[in-house]
């Protein structure tokens, strides 16, 4: 079982860029495919990005509604992954999640994550 701490969250205005932290503990984050997603209130969970093992050559995949404006990444020596959020918008306002998964391979369905953080808040005002 990996353990996840996100924190980075906090309240920006549009256009402006936060970068959430999520650290892990457990197991590797460079051997399984670790997501970020994100819920706001009354909606389901959603996919944000996702970053696969490094023996999946550490491809990255977005939802649409984040490409271009996000970017997912790694620190394996601090066992940490990371979401640069840049040119936010009052439509990102929810909380973020990170995930592990137990595979390698590009995974963007929610089911496909066994170990869950408790979330952070990101809000944007207009």
């Known amino acids: 079982q990996m353990q996840l701490v996100e924190s980075g969250g906090g309240l920006v205005q549009a256009g402006g860029s936060l970068r959430l932290s999520c650290a892990a503990s457990?197991?590797?984050?460079?051997?399984?495919?670790m997501g970020w997603f994100r819920q706001a209130p009354g909606n389901e969970r959603e996919f944000v990005a996702a970053?696969?093992?490094?023996?999946?050559?550490?491809?990255?995949n977005y939802a649409d509604s984040v490409k271009g404006r996000f970017t997912i990444s790694r620190d394996s020596a601090k066992n940490t992954v990371y979401l640069q959020m840049n040119n936010l918008k009052p439509e990102d306002t929810a909380v973020y999640y990170c995930?592990?998964?137990?595979?390698?391979?590009?995974?963007?369905?929610?089911?496909?994550?066994?170990?869950w953080g408790q979330g952070t808040q990101v809000t944007v005002s207009s």
């Open positions: 970053l696969s093992s490094v023996t999946s050559f550490s491809s990255t």
């Open positions: 457990g197991r590797a984050v460079r051997t399984y495919t």
């Open positions: 995930a592990a998964s137990r595979g390698f391979r590009m995974f963007t369905a929610v089911t496909e994550y066994v170990d």
